[in-house]
């Protein structure tokens, strides 16, 4: 990976984790953002599926996100299984 794009990932990584701090939604705070040539990874978990779309929608409209790979689970503090990630293309 070149130096260019390792700092364009970073900067996408900080705009995705900084709009998600943003929307002043507790449950979005403590996600993981990675970044890898305009495809961000989203990694944590949530209390409702609502967050979970929130976050997915929230992910999308920020410039320079090629792609999104869902890794968050939902958990209302219940042990639950884990769901198999789903690849979602940006349209």
Do not use: N, W
Not at 51 to 64: D, F, N, P, S, Y
């Amino acid at each position: 990976m070149s130096v260019m794009s390792e700092a364009y990932d970073l900067d996408l990584e900080t705009r995705v984790a900084q709009y998600l701090l943003d929307r002043h939604h507790p449950g979005l705070r403590s996600l993981d953002v990675e970044a890898h040539s305009g495809t961000v990874t989203i990694r944590g978990t949530v209390r409702t599926f609502y967050e979970k779309q929130l976050c997915q929608h929230i992910c999308r409209r920020v410039a320079g996100v090629i792609g999104l790979v869902d890794h968050v689970l939902v958990s209302d503090g219940a042990e639950a299984s884990p769901r198999r990630p789903m690849l979602l293309a940006r349209t």
